[in-house]
């Protein structure tokens, strides 16, 4: 029996794989198309054909999905394969529907007819849409009212998957998580490109006035909380995630400028994102009761540690941005796999 970890070569894929690996004893299978956001230099060290394997395609492809969950005998789907950008889903929406929802589609059929026992679905606070100042945090109950194209093709997927709970009584769970940040994360979200340009001494862009929140969550904690929801969680049920991170973007990028000793000169205001969400919170006390989860890093520490993270791998950051991080699937594993 395995565990399906679909969009495992990604920022949050990739950790929950090594996680896994390190943690338990199934068999792991990565199912990946490796869009631009995929990059198995993410699982370097992973993937050896046997304990890790790892299969190329598109959840949008059903016989390709059939195949790999007889393949490896799929006993547990954990569905993180999405397409992930706020700012992408703007400048392109249709992508987001393909993959966020007809793959979500996809998945769930071909997990109810290969009788999969789990299916966890890795979604967003952002289905949630936005928060005043002094609004209470997003519980499991809060109304779905999601303000981008992406955000709305989550809400679509999770309805999707609430769907096959009591129609099918397919055996899933869906997860919400806030912002996540740590190792591997791809430079086009907040933290990692601020980090990487304070290093380089290059602008920081800051949308608008700098002034939305997000509820900062580390990578590790949000991996084990899915691994707890998997192992633990009711069938049907919503699990909030998140770090009790709430913090202004202005401070993150300020704190980011502190820790690596640039100039705050090198904010720079840039036009807002349109509909950008003013603040996220996620009251996780539902998970932290139901899963017996609590979470490990606050912000600041766990900003010092990516800062280092991203000191450290200068190599995995020059291969992201200049693209050749595409080329290592060809040249590692093309013929081994
Ligand atoms: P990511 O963009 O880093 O990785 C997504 C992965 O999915 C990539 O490896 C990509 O190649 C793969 N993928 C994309 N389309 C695919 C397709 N059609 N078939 C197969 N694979 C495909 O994303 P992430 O940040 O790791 O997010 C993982 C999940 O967590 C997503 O479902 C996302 O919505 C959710 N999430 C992320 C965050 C966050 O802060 N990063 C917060 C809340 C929820
Ligand atoms: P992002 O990492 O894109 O995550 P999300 O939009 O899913 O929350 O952005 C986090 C916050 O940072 C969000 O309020 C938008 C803002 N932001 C900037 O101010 N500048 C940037 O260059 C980026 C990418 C994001």
Redesign the pocket.
Known sequence: MSILV??G?????SNLVRRLLAQRSETVVV?????Y??NLENLAGCVDGERCRFVKG???DRTLVDATLVDHQVDVILH??????VDRSIASAAPFID?NVT?TLVMLEAARAHGVRRFVH????EVYGSLGPNDAPFTERSPLDPSSPYSAS?AASDHLVAAFVRTYRLDAVITR????YGPFQ?PE?FIPLMILNALEGRPLPIYGDGQQVRDWLHVDDHCDALILAMDRGAGGQVYNIGGFGERRNLDIARAILHQVGASEDLLTHVSDRPGHDRRYAIDPSKTQADLGWAPQWDVERGLVATIDWYRQHSDWCDHVRSGEYREYYQRHYHTTL
């Open positions: 679909t969009g070569a990604g920022f949050i894929g199912l990946d198309a490796l869009t956001a995929g598109s959840i949008t993180l394969a999405a397409e992930s950008h993959t793959g890795v979604s967003t606070d989550k998580c806030s912002n996540n791809f979200k």
